[in-house]
């Protein structure tokens, strides 16, 4: 779940960049808010790969003070050196 949020968080970073990029190429006078506007709705979705992200957070939620995992119970087990 880490590495989703990781890849998710990185794939954000370079659809934005990649769109900053071609809203440059296009119009090179395109600064501040009407930049990220634009690289935002640009031609790769710069947000869609959140929803990886929000994957990665939903499985560490989901898995968060889970029995199997805690280090009590593996602990009560005799797991644990």
């Known amino acids: 779940m880490l590495f989703f ?3 998710g ?5 370079l659809h934005f960049r990649g769109n900053v990029e071609f809203a440059l190429e296009r119009d090179p006078s395109l600064t501040g808010t009407r930049l990220i506007w634009k690289a ?3 031609a790769s979705p710069a947000l869609a790969p959140g929803a990886l ?3 990665g957070l939903l499985g560490l939620l ?3 003070g889970h029995p199997a995992i805690s ?3 593996a ?3 005799g797991n644990v050196d």
Do not use: E
């Open 9 to 13: 968080a990185l794939g954000v970073y």
């Open 53 to 55: 992200a929000q994957l």
């Open 40 to 42: 935002l709705r640009g």
């Open 71 to 73: 280090r009590d119970s």
């Open 5 to 7: 949020l990781v890849v």
């Open 62 to 64: 989901y898995s968060y």
């Open 75 to 77: 602990q009560a087990h």
